[in-house]
Nanobody, 124 residues
Framework: VQLQASGGGLVQAGGSLRLACAAS????????VGWLCQAPGKEREFVAA????????YYADSVKGRFTISRDTAKNTMYLQMNSLQPEDTAVYYC??????????????????WGKGTQVTVSS
């Protein structure tokens, strides 16, 4: 199983980025797929996830109204549209998948698959 994250970069505060996570190696029905991030000196934390089969999203409070998660089942790819980015959003963003749905992704102990991270840097 591979989760390939892409789309990170450097953006000014107030700007936007779109992350993508290409999944391969298995079917992700009955799974949630999403993103966690880790800033320097901080613990990894949940950002957003989506139920792969039904498309139901689940967001951390800190990103509600700014970030939108979606998936394209035909392309086996999940996206995170990040708008109104702030310097505190600076982190390495990891794609992850957990059996059971979007909420399971928010529990690090339940994650079955991790992708390599992609750096997001927001300048003030």
């Amino acid at each position: 199983v591979q989760l390939q994250a892409s789309g990170g970069g450097l953006v000014q505060a107030g700007g936007s980025l779109r992350l993508a996570c290409a999944a391969s190696g298995r079917s992700f029905y009955n799974y949630g797929v999403g993103w966690l991030c880790q800033a320097p000196g901080k613990e990894r934390e949940f950002v957003a996830a989506i139920n792969w089969e039904h498309g139901y999203p689940y967001y951390a409070d800190s990103v509600k109204g700014r970030f939108t998660i979606s998936r394209d089942t035909a392309k086996n790819t999940m996206y995170l549209q990040m708008n109104s980015l702030q310097p505190e959003d600076t982190a390495v963003y990891y794609c992850a998948a957990a059996k059971g749905g979007a909420y399971s992704v928010s529990l690090s102990s339940r994650i079955d698959y991790w992708g390599k991270g992609t750096q997001v840097t927001v300048s003030s």
